[in-house]
Nanobody, 127 residues
Framework: QVQLVESGGGLVQTGGSLRLSCAASGLTFSNYAMAWFRQTPGKEREFVAAVSWSGRSTYYADSVKGRFTISRDGAKKTVYLQMNSLKPEDTAVYYC????????????????????WGQGTQVTVSS
């Protein structure tokens, strides 16, 4: 049984930082590209960042580039999202996702391409 369990969300002031973690189990972690998406009420889930199966390539939405950093630890089967310089518009539920993709260093950016999802963790940035 595959499980993705997020942690690290919370309430932070504008300009602050948070580090999200996503612990994976029940899958061969190295076969999966990993990503973070976020969603606010009434809006579609949007791509935030992704890391390739090897960890060598990372990709970001323009809105978070330069502020967020995604990384993965194969030994711990965990993917991280370091979020700095947070803004109120970053407020959302953040979801971890796994995509069975290791054909190349490219990653998918659409939710439908991802095989497994976590339950989400709330991030609230106060102004």
């Amino acid at each position: 049984q595959v499980q993705l369990v997020e942690s690290g969300g919370g309430l932070v002031q504008t300009g602050g930082s948070l580090r999200l973690s996503c612990a994976a189990s029940g899958l061969t972690f190295s076969n999966y590209a990993m990503a973070w998406f976020r969603q606010t009420p009434g809006k579609e889930r949007e791509f935030v960042a992704a890391v390739s199966w090897s960890g060598r390539s990372t990709y970001y939405a323009d809105s978070v580039k330069g502020r967020f950093t995604i990384s993965r630890d194969g030994a711990k089967k965990t993917v991280y999202l370091q979020m700095n310089s947070l803004k109120p518009e970053d407020t959302a539920v953040y979801y971890c996702a796994a995509d069975l993709w290791r054909s190349n260093e490219w990653v998918h950016r659409t939710p439908a391409q991802y095989n497994y999802w976590g339950q989400g963790t709330q991030v609230t940035v106060s102004s």
